[in-house]
């Protein structure tokens, strides 16, 4: 079988694995790490969304064997370390407008949000609707009001 080293949540970790085994079950299997939701396993609804060097990526679509050991992937559980707080600003957000009903997608919708205000802050542009537009994670209780506006909020402590 197969080694694998790569970083997950500030460490590294190896694992032995088929080089086509989805990372998502990696993740999930191998190291314990439940954060990211298994949905639909082709990259649709986007419930396990992650970062891969500091990018949204989704890990049901990546396999394990893409991974090179300089990758970094930050799940749910890492986000606070990445500001070295108990909860990460978007996190705190999404409590203050307690956006989460069945909470299911939840991980995934933070981490793209965090990813996508990342991305407008790198393009030099400001968090606004038509960026939001570009989150095509979904949310089966609809929850899609508050969670726009959480980012938005998150946004603004980033």
Known sequence: MPTHTFKVNGETVTVEADDNERLLWVLRD????????????????????????GRAFNPCAVPVGALSPDDEVTTIEGLPKTVGKDLHPMQEAWLEHDVAQCGYCQPGQIMAAVAKVNQARREGREIDDALLDEIRNVCRCGTYYRIRQAIKAGAEKM
């Open 30 to 53: 191998l190291l314990g790490i439940r954060g990211p939701k298994y949905g639909c396993g082709i990259n649709v609804c986007k419930a396990c969304t992650s970062h891969i060097n």
